[in-house]
C-alpha cells in the first residue's frame, strides 16, 4: 500500500464538520501578521498560489487583488461550500494536503496556515513532500503553535483525538532533505513561519 493510501481521511479530521465555517472571519485572524507576509512572498513569485487547508479561502481576497491566481483545498466539504457561496467562480476543491490534485510544479507558491498542529504525529512529512512536488519556487507553513529545538508534545485540545509532536530540528532537516532545496528562512516576527525556496 502507498504511502498516500495510508495516510487517508481519519475520524478526528471529521472534528471540522462541526465548526462553523467562519470561524476564521474574525479581524485577529483575516489580519494576522503571517498572513500578510504569506502574501508578500507569493505577490514576488507572482502568478499562482495553492491555500493548502484553506478552510473558507479567507486569504482569496487578498490574492485576488493582487491579481495572483488562487486555488484553496481543503478536506471539510463545507468550509469549500461556503467559500463559493462568497466568492462565486473560486478555484476551490475537497481534498487531503497528503496527495494534492496537481501535477508538479503546478503553482509558484504554495502554503499553508496552521495545518500542521493538526496533523498526526509524522503526517506533516507527506502533507511536506506534496506541497514541494507541486510548487515551482516558493513553500511557505506557517504554524499556530511555535516550534523550538526542544521535543515539544502538542496537547491538541480543540478535537481531544491525538497528540502531535515534533521539533523545529525534525523539521528543518526534513525540508533540507528535499530535492532542488534551496535554502529556508523562519521568520519568527510574524508568529512562525516557514519559507522554503526551490531551486
Known amino acids: 500500500m502507498s504511502e498516500r493510501n495510508k495516510i487517508g481521511r481519519r475520524s478526528f479530521e ?8 467562519d470561524f476564521l472571519r ?3 485572524q483575516l489580519e ?5 507576509r504569506i502574501a508578500e512572498e507569493a505577490s514576488k513569485v507572482g502568478d499562482s498560489v495553492l491555500d493548502v487547508g484553506c478552510d473558507s479561502c479567507v486569504d482569496y481576497p487578498r490574492f ?3 491579481g495572483i491566481r488562487y ?10 461550500k461556503r467559500a ?3 466568492y462565486p467562480g473560486i478555484d476551490a476543491r475537497v481534498g487531503t494536503a497528503y496527495d494534492l490534485p496537481f501535477s508538479d510544479g503546478s503553482y509558484g507558491s504554495v502554503y499553508c496556515k496552521d495545518l500542521f498542529e493538526h496533523l498526526p504525529p509524522d503526517g506533516y512529512k507527506q502533507a511536506i513532500k506534496e506541497m514541494w512536488r507541486v510548487t515551482r ?14 521535543p515539544t508534545k502538542y496537547h491538541l485540545i480543540v478535537s481531544g483525538h491525538y ?17 532542488n532545496f534551496n535554502g529556508l528562512e523562519i521568520i519568527r516576527s510574524v508568529g512562525c513561519l516557514y519559507v522554503a525556496r526551490k531551486k
Open 71 to 80: 486555488t484553496g483545498i481543503d478536506i471539510t466539504e463545507k468550509f469549500i
Open 32 to 36: 494576522h501578521p503571517s498572513r500578510k
Open 14 to 21: 471529521r472534528y471540522w464538520e462541526g465548526v462553523h465555517p
Open 137 to 150: 519556487k516558493l513553500m511557505m507553513i506557517a504554524f499556530y503553535l511555535p516550534t523550538n529545538n526542544k
Open 163 to 179: 497528540e502531535q509532536s515534533y521539533n523545529e530540528r525534525e523539521i528543518v532537516d526534513f525540508i533540507s532533505g528535499l530535492k
Open 64 to 66: 485576488k487583488k493582487a
Open 26 to 28: 474574525v479581524p485577529e
Open 84 to 86: 463559493k457561496e462568497l
